[in-house]
């Protein structure tokens, strides 16, 4: 069964937001729907892609190896990424990365035995006055990751709690939104 | 048309010329990769830049002065790319400035630093233009050696780290291979599908420094794939027939003309030591700009192998070999006493118009009636008047009924221009501009310019606003219909194609104020139709380009091989029959008494019927003039690869001639040249313009209706290419494709195995149920023979196959 | 201070507009922003100004492009055809991704009806019915709260046809991106938005000529398309009251590394660096060797008493040899490694070049980030310095697009305020910085 077949309603929403000659252009939400439920786009998702906006597997690929967010390989049920540029790295995410990787066992690429977590690097996300920042999957990012708050994000993450509902300790020590200082 | 200077020289240019090509223009060079003719410039490579100023107007509308009174030159802050910066009035371009070398020697260092070097095993080393402007504008004096231990070591760019390494033998197809390690990033193959043939099956994959060349859609489809590897500017893409076969510096290379279609398409045969192992586009403007289709360049492998190299005589049922004077011996003891009357005269499709004429002539000599050529149509495609493909690119709408893509399939890349709304570049200086700055990527195809009709979907149809398909034999009532609706007469209806549409195709034809009537060999088989297609071009106005299956049609016509009420190649008359080139079907050849055929290959049909066999040549191996599909005069130049012995076809037509006492009308080429100068009053060398030869004729059509199920679909590939393995499994198994209703009623299932039997031969397929043709529908692909006409079949269910 | 140009944010007539609401309690719904005057400026210039007039004041007002670039907004405006009958789009690049820039995020999460209102009068005054916003991927919570605001302004009339009676129709669509800095140049970003890859286009033609879906087409940074809604509520003299004398209105100042209080801060255009960092952002936490002004493609400035009174706008800082750039700075402590930290920056450069032209592919990605890499380990080589200064020559105003600049900028700066870092390196064979204790 393909991909989109139970998502005829979505697929129309998506195409409402550009112009009906240029259906292409709905190639970026088709692929994050993917990775977003499936963890990465096969080959298979591509031709299914491909075969919607009417082009060809290649041109879909060629869009989709352009960016980072989407992958060609599975990723786990927690795919984290660790912000690695100036900001961050200045705010130890090398120490960061390096524990995470040797907590969980893997390197990119790869998911742990239990398929709930893989890691990957990426770069500024933006939210450089929260150093050192991680994201889950896409959800809102994790700010100020120092060892407590990692430690407390891998166990709620383990222990099955949804992203949401976990509690990271401490904050970062000053005002993240400024309200007119 | 602007005035500019570059360096040292003022030139003019037409409006919208790119820098690069004022500079090519004046006379300068300047290196460039990504750029490429009849591409759109991108500005990638950065290998173009060069000093530029411009004059710049005041407020008050006048140039900005200096002390002198001249217009001040604003030099632009940094080099500007010259193929994608236009060249103004007043321009100053600046090739030579030392920044611009040091720019020039910067860029060629960073295409080579992640280059393999392999030039030793690379098949382009010697006409590599990363070679040539490595050579010519890298800094060797400051890179190229350096001194360690005492020694002194080329160093081709001071970069000293691993290599990127990646996939250097990718197949792309049974027909291209890519190697990613050479591959500088240019995108011209990437914009190449897009841009000529519309087909969107290569791209650059990831990104930065790790991008790379590839393609979900391998193997490439074959039809146009080729013309990648012509303009590869390195050895990325390469030509897998003739991989590794010599260097480039070793091939003989000879210009001559593709006589697989009517189109004329200007190639370049490169052989080596009398082997033909390349076919490469050659440029002509005005025809194939820079283009040829896949069978015209990958098709040539059947010509190396299992020649015939000497002539062969039937002996106790065998053909075996034998020397010319035997043969010779056996011809004239059998022509003895024949009489002209007697005699057929038949000529391949590809023949020479000097050997139509020598054919013609031999046959009105010898008052023969059955006499023709390989796949002469019903309708003579001479009778149709002849347009200038590239006056197509001025039509406002373009009607189709065939299949362009297969039938002559450089038209479709013109169809293409068409679309995009393309008209012929300026020639400069130097030719075809090089960076054009009318082309973009991805230029919207003007579908509405366009309405098809074929018996099966083509590559055209995703390009058309109006398309539509018919069950086959449904040419003929389509144009008929269309023509009774432009004359305000009521159309009969036509299978499968609703009343509105034709009307919707009439409303915009008539709408618009130039027009083309593309027709294919389904039509020239229908002549009623055909007629149709002249009288509505004369009495409406429209361009007319004919696609008649046999490449030499228009001119053989012309020449009088034309044979309205007798025999021709496909039906069986004369008693002694001489076929040139080609195999007449087995009803023709059973039906003679003596069969002489002058083949470069034996095939089926020869070796059952052929009493005697002379060595021929193949097109690529003769001289001769061709008359193309807009009437225009090409000269077929000889690779020097025939087989000692091999005659074209006056020499063997002479050989006969002379058994049967008789003086041939020409037994040479040059001979012949002169008859057809001084008759037709054609040139005796070509001139460097070119020459229309457009003969208003108005010969007889034959007549002959098709009785058959089985359509025989037009293709770009010939049934002698298929000898070549290579080719074979390009192609796959034939496909017997058939509309699923009709299967069920002739009980065929999908992927079932059969044999079908035509009167051109037998052919194993695999039946392919293909909801998208019309109902009824049943399709064979022709390979050549029999292209577009409907005929009867057999089906043979082959042992372990299933039907 | 309070006569003259306002370039100080303890000036009493400054007052915050563009981050007047972030942080504050439901500032994103709709009753909130038009609790606080919202869709006002919107309803003003539909009802009672032409297009033209919006282009006027904005020129008047003397804004000029947030996005980096710097380019003069209303200018800008005034290239797009006038009655040519096409389909025009408004694109705001929310792409926000230079290292050391996250000032766009707040307005979009926390205000996304400004963002949207300034859409709205963006769009009028180029005569665009359709307007895209383009947001970087990751931004998840800014595109929750991006889609419910536009959903609400739909529902209730503010977006749609007819706004405020005027008959001017104006849709609005989000479009996400997914990971690739140069999304945020604005040809690439047409690309991405066509589903194409994402390489930057030829200019000409302009995007005002030929731009998304082939169409006239106007780009601007969110901050700036936020500016223009309050360069019409209140009046181009009231923006152009602030800064000096080609870079005026108020500036989102960003403040990252270790200072105090790292954060976003809305200020007149003109603004010190030492008022920002020290008045602001609380002060540094440790011993600053430098700072980079404004975002990670600007060259770096020794953290000195000169630096630190330099006005931060256009000029002063291109009279120091750098630029406003984004207005992101980022604070270098003295324990970092300069070689390390351009290291990282040109890493990020040669991760996100788009691979189109060869100076940047080659030059940068595949060549300059090796150099520096090498450098950096102590695996540096006499002459490795003059080799990469001649790399620079090759790469600079070469490439197709300012990406390889944006990553030649930071190199120059590092050079010329810290060469001896790299010649340590060289000679030591080794980076003299202990890598570790960053993380708490
Ligand atoms: C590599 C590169 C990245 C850019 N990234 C952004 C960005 O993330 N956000 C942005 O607003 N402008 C970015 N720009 C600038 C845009 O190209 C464009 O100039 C800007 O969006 C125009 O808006 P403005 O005039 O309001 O500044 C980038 C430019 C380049 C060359
Ligand atoms: S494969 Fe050849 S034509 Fe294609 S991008 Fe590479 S160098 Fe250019
Ligand atoms: S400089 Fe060239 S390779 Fe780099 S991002 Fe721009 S266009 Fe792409
Ligand atoms: S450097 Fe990590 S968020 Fe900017
Ligand atoms: S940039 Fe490649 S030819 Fe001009």
């Known amino acids: ?181 | 048309m602007p005035k500019l200077r570059i360096n040292d020289r003022e030139i003019e240019v037409p409006e919208g010329t790119s820098v690069l090509d004022a500079i090519f223009h004046a006379g300068y060079d300047v290196p460039y990769f990504c750029s490429e003719r009849h591409l759109s410039p991108i500005g990638a490579c950065r290998m173009c830049l060069v000093k530029v100023g411009a004059p710049r107007k005041g407020k008050d509308g006048d140039w900005i002065r200096d002390e002198e009174g001249n217009p001040r030159i604003f030099w632009f802050p940094k080099l500007m790319a010259a193929c994608t910066t236009r060249a103004t009035e007043g321009m100053v371009v600046d090739t030579l400035a030392d920044e611009v070398k040091k720019a020039q020697a910067g860029m060629v260092e960073f295409h080579l630093e992640n280059h393999p070097l392999d030039c030793p095993t690379c098949d382009k080393g010697g006409a590599c233009e990363l070679q040539d402007r490595s050579y010519e504008y890298g800094l060797f004096e400051k890179y190229y050696t350096q001194t360690q231990n005492g020694l002194k070591t080329v160093l081709y760019s001071r970069f000293a780290f691993t290599k990127r390494h990646a996939d250097k033998h990718h197949k792309l197809s049974e027909f291209v291979v890519l190697d990613r390690e050479r591959c500088i990033h240019c995108k011209r193959c990437v914009r190449y599908f897009e841009e000529i043939p519309g087909e969107e099956v290569l791209d650059f994959i990831e990104r930065g420094n790790h991008t790379f060349i590839g393609s979900e859609e391998v193997p490439l489809p074959a039809g146009f794939s080729g013309n990648i590897t012509d303009i590869c500017p390195v050895g990325a893409l390469l030509d897998l027939t003739a991989r590794f076969r010599a260097r480039n510096w070793e091939f003989e290379k000879t210009p001559t003309v593709d006589m697989n279609d009517a189109f004329g398409a200007a190639i370049w045969v490169d052989s080596r030591s009398g082997r033909i192992e390349r076919i490469r586009a050659r440029e002509h403007p005005e025809t194939n700009e820079i283009w040829i289709a896949d069978a015209a360049r990958f098709g040539h492998g059947w010509t190396v192998r299992d020649r015939v190299t000497a002539p062969l005589i039937r002996k106790d049922g065998e053909l075996v070999p034998a020397s010319l004077a035997e043969a010779e011996a056996y011809l004239r003891e059998r022509l003895a006493r024949v009489r002209g009357e007697e005699v057929g005269l038949l000529l391949a499709a590809d023949g020479t118009l000097e050997e139509g004429y020598a054919f013609a002539e031999a046959a009105r000599a010898l008052k023969a009636d059955h006499f023709g050529f390989e796949n002469a149509t019903r309708f003579p495609a001479a009778n149709l008047p002849a347009a200038r493909f590239e006056e197509l690119l001025s039509a406002e709408f373009a009607l189709v009924i065939g299949d362009p893509a297969e039938e002559m399939p450089n038209l479709y890349l013109r169809l293409q221009e068409f679309l995009k709304g393309i008209t012929p570049a300026p020639r400069y200086y130097h030719g075809t501009p090089i960076a054009d700055l009318r082309l973009e990527e991805r230029m919207p195809r003007r579908k509405e310019r366009l309405a098809v009709f074929a018996a099966y979907p083509t590559r055209l149809h995703r390009f058309a606003g109006i398309a539509g398909v018919y069950p086959p034999g449904s040419a003929g009532p389509l144009v008929e219909a269309l023509s009774a609706i432009l004359n305000g007469k009521r159309p009969e209806p036509v299978p499968g194609v609703p009343e509105a549409e034709l009307r919707r195709v009439a409303e915009r034809f008539l709408a618009a104020g130039s027009r083309a009537i593309v027709v294919g060999a389904e039509v020239l088989e229908a002549p009623e139709a055909a007629q149709a297609v002249a009288d509505l071009a004369r009495s409406k106005g429209a361009l007319v380009f004919a696609m008649p299956p046999a490449a030499g049609a228009r001119g053989l016509e012309a020449v009088g091989l034309w044979n309205p009420r007798g025999p021709g190649w496909e039906e069986p008359g004369a008693r002694f029959l001489f076929a040139f080139g080609a195999t007449p079907p087995a009803e023709v050849l059973a039906s003679a008494r003596l069969r002489v055929l002058a083949l470069s290959h034996l095939d089926p049909q020869a070796r059952a019927h052929a009493d005697l066999v002379l060595p021929a040549k193949t097109f690529y191996e003769k001289r001769g003039y061709t008359v193309n599909a807009e009437g225009r005069l090409l000269e077929l130049r000889p690779a020097p690869t025939a087989p000692m012995g091999s005659m074209d076809g006056l020499e063997a037509l002479a050989f006969w001639l002379r058994a049967m006492g008789k003086k041939p009308p020409a037994a040479h080429y040059r001979e012949a040249r002169e008859r057809l100068h001084e008759r037709y009053r054609l040139p005796l060398d070509l001139p460097e313009e070119g020459f229309f030869w457009r003969p208003k004729l108005r010969l007889a059509a034959r007549t002959g209706k098709d009785e058959g199920e089985l359509f025989l679909q037009p293709t770009m590939w010939k049934e002698r290419m298929l000898r070549d393995d290579r080719v074979r499994t390009a192609l796959g198994a034939p496909r017997l494709r058939v509309h699923p209703a009709t299967a069920k009623k002739l009980g065929l299932a999908q992927g079932a195995r059969v044999e079908v039997a035509t009167r051109y031969g037998r052919r194993d397929a695999t039946v392919a149920l293909d909801p998208s043709l019309a109902e009824g529908a049943l399709l064979l692909p022709a390979y050549g023979r029999g292209t577009g006409r409907r005929v009867p079949y057999r089906l043979l269910v082959p042992a372990g196959g299933e039907a | 201070m309070s006569e003259g140009l306002i370039v100080s944010g303890h000036d009493p007539r400054f007052e915050r507009t563009l981050y007047a609401h972030v942080g504050k309690p439901g500032s994103h719904t709709l009753d909130y922003y038009l609790s606080h005057g919202g869709y006002e400026a919107a309803k003003k210039a539909l009802t009672g100004m032409t297009p033209d007039e919006v282009i006027e004041e904005v020129k008047r007002s003397g804004l000029r492009g947030r996005g980096g670039a710097g380019f003069p907004t209303g200018l800008k405006w005034s290239f797009m055809p006038k009655d040519d009958g096409q389909q025009h789009y408004i694109i705001m690049n929310a792409d926000e991704s230079e290292p050391g820039s996250f000032k766009d995020r707040y307005i979009l999460e926390d205000d996304p009806h400004q963002a949207i209102e300034g859409m709205i009068l963006a769009g009028y005054a180029i005569r665009a019915t359709k307007g895209y916003i383009y947001i970087r991927g990751e931004y998840r919570r800014a595109y929750d709260r991006l889609l419910a605001a536009i959903e609400e302004a739909y529902t209730r009339g503010y977006l749609g046809k007819n706004l405020f009676g005027s008959g001017f129709d104006f849709d609005l669509y989000l479009h996400r991106g997914a990971g690739a800095y140069i999304c945020g140049e604005e040809t690439a970003l047409m690309n991405s938005l066509e589903g194409l890859r994402a390489n930057p286009r030829l200019k000409p033609p302009f995007p005002a000529q030929k731009g998304l879906f082939g169409k006239p087409t106007t780009i601007n940074n969110v901050e700036t398309i936020a500016s223009v809604v309050h360069i019409v509520a209140r009046g181009a003299d009231w923006f152009a009251q602030m800064g000096y004398d080609k870079s005026k209105g108020m500036k989102l100042y960003q403040v990252s590394g270790p200072a105090v209080r790292p954060g976003v801060y809305e200020l007149p255009m003109g603004t010190t660096f030492r008022e920002l960092i020290y008045d602001w952002a609380g002060g540094v936490k440790e011993p600053i060797k430098a700072l980079i002004p404004g975002g990670s493609s600007t060259p770096m400035l020794p953290f000195n008493d000169d630096t630190l009174d330099t006005p931060m706008d256009y000029e002063h800082l291109a009279e120091k040899g750098s630029m406003l750039g984004t207005g992101g700075v980022i604070l270098i402590p003295e324990r970092a490694c300069v070689v390390d930290v351009i290291w990282n920056l040109v890493r990020f450069y040669a991760h996100e070049s788009c691979g189109k032209c060869t100076p940047c592919r080659e030059g940068v990605a595949g060549w300059l980030v090796k150099l520096l890499g090498q450098i950096e380990r102590g695996k540096g080589k006499p002459g490795d310095i003059e080799l990469m200064e001649d790399l620079l020559d090759n790469i600079e105003g070469k490439s197709f697009c300012p990406l390889a600049d944006a990553a030649v900028w930071p190199v120059r700066g590092a050079l010329r305020h810290f060469r001896h870092e790299f010649e340590r390196h060289i000679e030591a064979g080794g980076c003299p910085v202990e890598k570790k204790g960053f993380w708490g």
């Open chain 1, 1 to 181: 069964m393909g991909f989109f077949d139970d998502k005829q309603d979505w697929l129309e929403i998506v195409f409402k937001n550009y112009p009906p000659e240029n259906r292409r252009a709905a190639v970026m939400p088709l692929l994050r729907k993917v990775q977003q439920e499936e963890g990465h786009v096969s080959p298979e998702r591509v031709a299914e892609i491909a075969e919607i906006l009417g082009t060809t597997a290649t041109e879909v690929r060629g869009v989709m190896s352009f960016y980072s967010y989407y992958q060609a390989v599975p990723t786990g049920k927690y795919h984290l990424q660790v912000c690695a540029t100036l900001s961050c790295k200045l705010a130890g995410a090398e120490e960061l990365w390096d524990t995470l990787r040797a907590e969980l066992g893997v390197g990119p690429g790869e998911v742990t035995p239990d398929g709930l977590f893989s890691i990957q690097k990426v770069e500024c996300l933006g939210s450089c006055h929260t150093a050192p920042v991680v994201q889950v999957n896409d959800e809102p990012y994790l700010e100020c990751m120092n060892r407590e708050r990692l430690k407390a994000l891998l166990e709620g993450l383990r222990s099955g709690k949804r992203l949401e509902e976990i509690e990271l300790p401490g904050d970062c020590g000053h005002e993240v939104r400024k309200e007119g200082a």
